[in-house]
């Protein structure tokens, strides 16, 4: 089975710093890897997603994310923190390839101070 | 863009009763999901259907039942509510495949079983 490891539940930063946020991955197969963004009362919507076509990914709101297979890590980063970014991250593998099934992690809770 | 339509963005039922939560989609996608999400846990597969009337388990089918009469709709059940059951529900669907359509989420129902 398939699982992801996001560390840390909380990561605080100060608008305009780096956002790093941590994502490691097992499969025993190439997967499929995802960041999803969670607003306050809202569903899940995709930052990006990896699929093999590019090791470094762009996604929305200046988001991007870097798959290194050798470290088996998928972590998202942002140059510059806004406090909109205020959110919870999860990251997530594909599973059952051709169902779509996703496993995510257990999520982190980004928080921006002035 | 798509959307996903949960019916209900809060419910309040006692312990014992019969529960449903539907979710709609409007773009014809093959695959759609019930997961459930808790503090700390992340999300959790409950059920997921790739074609109507077809279903399968996913993680924690354990006191869910599922419904997919029509392509669009799919219903989650609860055939005896439990304070266990409390929780945000979240309805997703996707095309065929994970590489090329991604989970597409409603904006969840907060069922609280007292």
């Known amino acids: 089975a398939q699982s992801v490891t996001q560390l840390g539940s909380h990561v605080s930063v100060s608008e305009g710093a780096l956002v790093l946020l941590r994502c490691n991955y097992s499969?025993?197969?190439?997967?499929?890897l995802f960041w999803y963004v969670q607003y306050p009362n809202q569903g899940l919507q995709l930052l990006l997603k990896?699929?093999?076509?590019?090791?470094l990914v762009k996604g929305i709101n200046g988001f991007e994310a870097e798959f290194k297979k050798s470290e088996t890590s998928f972590h998202l980063t942002k140059p510059s923190a806004h406090m909109s970014d205020a959110a919870e991250y999860f990251c997530?593998?594909?599973?059952?390839?051709?169902?779509?099934?996703?496993?995510f992690g257990k999520g982190t809770m980004l928080l921006v101070s002035p | 863009d798509v959307k996903v339509t949960q019916s209900s963005r809060y419910l309040v039922k006692r312990t014992g009763e019969k529960v449903f939560l539907e979710c709609v989609q409007d773009?014809?996608?093959?695959?759609m999901f019930w997961y459930r999400q808790d503090p700390g846990l992340g999300l959790r597969l409950i059920y997921f259907?790739?074609?109507?009337?077809?279903?399968e388990k996913g993680d924690i089918p354990e006191g869910y039942s599922v419904s997919r009469e029509k392509k669009e709709r799919f219903s989650l059940i609860l055939e005896s509510a439990s304070t266990n059951q409390t929780s945000m529900y979240l309805c997703?669907?996707?095309?065929?495949?994970?590489?090329?359509?991604?989970?597409?989420f409603g904006n969840g129902t907060r069922l609280t079983v007292t």
């Open positions: 990896y699929t093999s076509a590019a090791t």
């Open positions: 499969s025993s197969v190439p997967p499929y």
């Open positions: 773009m014809d996608h093959e695959n």
């Open positions: 997703a669907s996707s095309g065929r495949t994970a590489w090329n359509s991604p989970l597409h």
């Open positions: 997530a593998v594909s599973d059952r390839v051709g169902y779509s099934t996703l496993t």
């Open positions: 259907s790739y074609d109507v009337k077809m279903k």
